[in-house]
């Protein structure tokens, strides 16, 4: 059973218009990362909640919000998405650390039009 | 930059050799992941190594960390044509962030 799901799997969005992308868990886990991810690129660590504790990392554009209302879900808001924003946007989940691996979704492949 | 450093980028190797990658962070970790991605499909994890551990083997893979140099390596061992695909290492910090290495894409020729 899918333990980190990510709806919906494929977004078509026009430019400007906001969008946004969902994550739920069933792991209970503390901790949820947001990450994009480009063609032939590795994933890029966007921000990550530590329970309702939200972590923004320094080179993440305004653009990009999120929102945690409850330990299993977890939104990415993309306020005026631009050409350069379509990718892969993948989220995982985390216990504490040091020893648990991290989970994570299937990703929703976004595309801007 | 967030991310560490793979190499090499791009690695092409017959099936049944040995294939060897290697991951360079930055930050001081509580752990470190390899993970395996085929072309425009999700992350698939394969092993975690803690920060007091110095090697760890799962089936045919064998990873080492080395926290001095702050290094890690990954052996895949008798490779097959179905290792072909991106590995990427990935580093959680002190301060739960996660970050993954550039990558490195492997080929398995059969």
């Known amino acids: 059973d899918a333990m980190v799901i990510q709806n919906p799997r494929y977004q078509v969005t026009q430019f400007g218009k906001p969008v946004t992308l969902s994550c739920s868990q069933t792991?209970?886990?503390?901790?949820m990362y947001w990450y994009q991810q480009k063609s032939s690129q590795a994933p890029k660590l966007l921000f990550h909640?530590?329970?309702?504790?939200?972590?923004n990392e320094a080179d993440t554009p305004d653009n990009f919000q999120s929102r945690r209302p409850n330990t299993s879900f977890c939104f990415l808001d993309i306020r005026s998405p631009g050409l350069g924003d379509a990718a892969m946007y993948l989220c995982?989940?985390?216990?504490?650390?040091?020893?648990?691996?991290?989970?994570f979704g299937q990703g929703t492949r976004l595309t801007v039009v | 930059s967030q991310q560490g450093e793979e190499d090499p980028q791009a690695l092409s190797i017959q099936e049944g050799e040995n294939a060897t990658m290697n991951c360079s962070y930055k930050?001081?970790?509580?752990?470190l992941q390899w993970y395996r991605q085929n072309s425009g499909r999700g992350l698939v994890h394969l092993i975690l190594?803690?920060?007091?551990?110095r090697e760890k083997h799962s089936g045919r893979l064998r990873v080492t960390l080395d926290t001095s140099k702050k290094s890690s390596s990954l052996l895949i061992t008798a490779s097959r044509a179905a290792d072909t695909a991106s590995y990427f290492c990935?580093?959680?910090?002190?301060?739960?962030?996660?970050?993954f290495g550039t990558g490195t894409s492997l080929t398995v020729i059969p």
């Open positions: 792991l209970n886990h503390n901790v």
């Open positions: 990935a580093t959680l910090n002190t301060g739960n962030q996660f970050y």
């Open positions: 930050t001081s970790i509580n752990n």
């Open positions: 190594i803690r920060s007091n551990e």
């Open positions: 909640y530590y329970d309702k504790d939200f972590n």
């Open positions: 995982a989940t985390s216990g504490d650390p040091p020893n648990t691996e991290a989970f």
